[in-house]
């Protein structure tokens, strides 16, 4: 099978860390930006650094940018964004994910062809946000509009009870899909360690213990309540 190619344009925070990620999976990455500095700190995680414009057709056209499955654009200028959009577009790139920098931005991104649009700002505050209020909140995942994925500690009352004895799904409507759970164990060097345990779909007897992470999966309305 072949390997997927990705291209990331626009090496600050964002896009760095994003090639990074990417390069440390093992997958091909084209990292992109008119400045030097990043392009020569990242070399060493990615497949191929370039210095170049990405408002510059030939030059995305040479660098095989075309035989990418995958764009992301994290440029920091709103019109140097649209035309790497535009370019990546016309090269045949189906999958193009970019940052933006406002509704604005994300409204032309989408209508020139965006396959999704981020703002890891906004998320980022969200998170910190939902943290502050729910403390207990480790993750919340949104899989459509009406449904959702939350990773919750275990509250005190169903802790040391079976998942049939909780009120959980009956309260709720909440189903517990996995559950997260740190054991400790003895490492290959002889010293105590600990590890993370998941048991998937575990049965209505499976025994709740303190430190629990749940992972539910239900109504977003009903996870807002389990959350409150």
Not at 13 to 39: H, M, R
Not at 152 to 179: Q, V
Request: glycine share 6%.
């Amino acid at each position: 099978m072949k390997k997927k190619q990705f291209a990331v344009i626009g090496l600050g925070t964002f896009g760095y860390n994003v090639a990074c990620e990417l390069g440390k999976q093992g997958l091909s990455v084209l990292a992109i930006d008119n400045d030097e500095e990043p392009t020569s700190r990242i070399s060493q995680f990615v497949t191929q650094s370039v210095i170049a414009d990405a408002t510059d057709d030939k030059a995305m056209e040479d660098l095989g940018l075309g035989d990418c499955d995958c764009a992301v654009i994290a440029v920091g200028e709103i019109e140097t964004s649209i035309l790497a959009i535009l370019i990546a577009k016309d090269l045949g790139i189906k999958n193009i994910i970019v940052k933006c920098l406002s509704n604005w931005h994300s409204k032309i991104a989408v209508k020139l062809g965006a396959s999704q649009v981020i703002y890891p700002e906004l998320e980022m505050a969200k998170k910190l946000v939902a943290n502050l209020i729910s403390p207990n909140i480790l993750e919340h995942i949104e899989l459509s509009k009406d449904y959702s994925i939350v990773e919750i500690l275990a509250p005190a009352k169903y802790r040391n009870k079976a998942i049939k004895d909780t009120d959980i799904r009956s309260e709720f409507g909440a189903n517990i899909i996995a559950i997260k759970r740190k054991v400790p164990v003895i490492n290959k060097d002889g010293q105590s360690d600990i590890k993370e345990e998941i048991m998937m779909v575990p049965g209505p007897n499976y025994e709740i213990k303190q430190n629990d992470v749940l992972v539910t999966v239900g109504r977003t309305d009903m996870m807002e309540k389990l959350k409150g």
